[in-house]
């Protein structure tokens, strides 16, 4: 039986491993907010790691909204960490 999962808002923090997808030369991990309303049409990523160089943090947030389409991405996680570079979509490298 295949149940549509149905979500109007979300909010979630994950860690994200991420490093070939945006050709670095070794990877970053960086711990990320999800920001999801269906009613408004929106999503967002924020890095909540101040530290991380804000040309890399607006790489990361750009791969994000480029190669994550919708929740279901970011709920289907497994223990809420991300491997970019295993990403299906992004093995472009």
């Known amino acids: 039986m295949n149940r549509k999962r149905e979500v ?29 309303d269906r009613n408004q049409m929106k999503k967002e990523f924020k890095i909540l790691d101040n530290k991380m160089n804000a040309d890399i943090s607006n790489k990361i947030r ?10 279901d991405d970011i709920c289907d996680l497994y223990a809420i960490e991300m491997d970019a570079d295993h990403f299906a979509k992004a093995m472009n490298y």
């Open 62 to 71: 750009s791969w994000l909204m480029e190669n994550v389409d919708s929740y």
């Open 8 to 36: 109007d808002r979300l909010s979630t923090v994950f860690d994200l491993k991420i490093g070939k997808a945006l050709s670095l030369p070794r990877s970053v991990l960086a711990r990320v907010m999800f920001t999801y």
